[in-house]
């Protein structure tokens, strides 16, 4: 018996429940920085000391996000979405209410907590849920969501500051996010996940997961090299963030808003990039053929950057440029690593090799960050095109491992026929 294919408006539907779910992610990620100069007077701390709240949610986030992968294909994707949602909200408005530096670290730990789930809950619900002919565009507008939360944080939070008082500000952001939590609940209720329509077929009792094999099959080359991908890509992303300004005042000499506008136009560019990766992912099976154009672009252009010789009024087209490259590279990759997941792991999977941007954005400040301390501009803008070509020897074993899962199944349906 055939299922009825998802309907358009369904699918929307869930792209949009899904995406505003990792915008609230992200805006969340973002909540505290921009009041760093705020809490450093405030509070009496250092930048450094600041920093190391932001250290306490990221480890927490990376360390956990492969667990809230095994709750999700156990408890099914909207129970652990929901929970993580409100856990990272109550966290952010209890740091609004924290007396002392000190309170805000288990705080962040939490709210690290909560951020884990966002991308095994989002991912498993839209893959097993969006219609596979809009999967590319379904996990574009997942990524354009977290992007736009990034964009708007800083400017909501630090006006609610500005108008009244950066607790506050804390506390509102809190209380919206918690709001939209009661809105997904209540407007998401069709989204079955993969946990839950095995639960279904098994008539009501949740599926055992089995931890060793879960263990070995997240371990094995394939999801190592996810894993791996995921970490580079991670990389070349901080990297661009974090250095590219300075890069940019070293080698052209910039006035500092040009060169801020430079990398507010990469991050552009990525949007732009990540519509269309999104639009041609859904016309095609060459996943990994796309995303190597996109990274093959990306680095040709960071050289062109990074060499210094390029006329200054070609820079921000050049950005751009990168940023669509970057951006095109999304959509494919996570159809990729879909093609390559077991059936009833992806919450599994997509918990452990997202993992990996945890990894690399972890290790990524501390090298950039040397390489400009020892006057080494250019070298910055040759690595991240290095990262970008290393990252597609890592397309070639997951395309491998998503066509012999493929194969396999195309062998097993025939046997599985005539059984019945």
């Known amino acids: 018996m055939t299922a009825t294919a998802p309907s358009l408006g369904r699918d929307a539907g869930t792209m949009g429940l899904i995406g505003s779910a990792h915008f609230l992610s992200h805006f969340f990620q973002m909540a505290l920085p921009p009041l760093f100069p705020i809490l450093k007077a405030d509070l009496g701390v250092s930048y450094t000391a600041l920093g190391g709240v932001m250290t306490v949610f990221f480890a927490a986030s990376g360390l956990t996000q492969a667990a809230s992968g095994f709750l999700v294909d156990r408890f099914g994707a909207r129970r652990v979405l929901l929970g993580g949602l409100t856990l990272l909200a109550a966290a952010t408005g209890l740091m609004g209410l924290a007396g002392t530096y000190w309170a805000l670290l288990p705080l962040a730990a939490l709210a690290g907590f909560g951020n884990s789930v966002f991308h095994p809950a989002d991912l498993s619900i839209l893959t097993n849920r969006v219609s596979p002919h809009r999967l590319g565009r379904a996990y574009g507008v997942h990524t354009i969501g977290g ?4 964009a708007a ?4 939070i630090v006006t609610l500051a500005g108008l009244w008082h950066w607790r506050l500000g804390l506390v509102i952001a809190s209380l919206i996010g918690l709001g939209a939590a009661v809105a997904i609940w209540r407007l998401g209720r069709e989204l079955a996940d993969d946990g839950s329509e095995h639960r279904r077929s098994a008539g009501g009792a949740p599926p055992p997961l089995e931890i060793a094999a879960s263990i070995r099959m997240l371990l094995s080359p394939t999801m190592l090299v996810c894993f791996g991908y995921f970490m580079l890509v991670a990389m070349a992303a901080i990297g661009i963030q974090t250095a590219a300004v300075p890069v940019l005042l070293a080698l052209y000499d910039l006035p500092l808003a040009a060169a801020a506008g430079n990398l507010t136009g990469f991050l552009l560019g990525s949007v732009i990039g ?10 095609t099976a060459r996943h990994d053929l796309l995303a190597a154009i996109g990274l093959v672009a990306g680095a040709a252009l960071m050289l062109a950057v990074g060499s210094g010789a390029l006329p200054v009024w070609t820079v921000m087209g050049a950005m751009i440029g990168a940023g669509a490259s970057s951006g095109f590279t999304m959509p494919p990759r996570d159809l990729l690593v879909r093609a390559a997941t077991p059936a009833g792991a992806s919450g599994r999977v997509f918990g452990f090799v997202y ?3 945890d990894l690399g954005a972890s290790l990524t400040p501390f090298l950039f960050g040397m390489l400009l301390d020892h006057g080494e501009p250019r070298v910055v803008f040759l690595v ?3 990262l970008y070509l290393a990252t ?3 397309l070639i074993q997951v395309r491998r491992a998503g066509d012999q899962r493929a194969r396999g199944a195309a062998a097993a349906r025939p046997a599985e026929e005539a059984a019945e």
């Open 153 to 156: 944080s800083p400017v909501l």
């Open 384 to 386: 991240l095109a290095g």
């Open 147 to 150: 992007s736009l939360g990034y």
């Open 274 to 283: 990540i519509l269309a990766g999104g639009i041609l992912a859904d016309r």
């Open 355 to 357: 993992s990996g941007l």
């Open 392 to 394: 597609i020897l890592t």
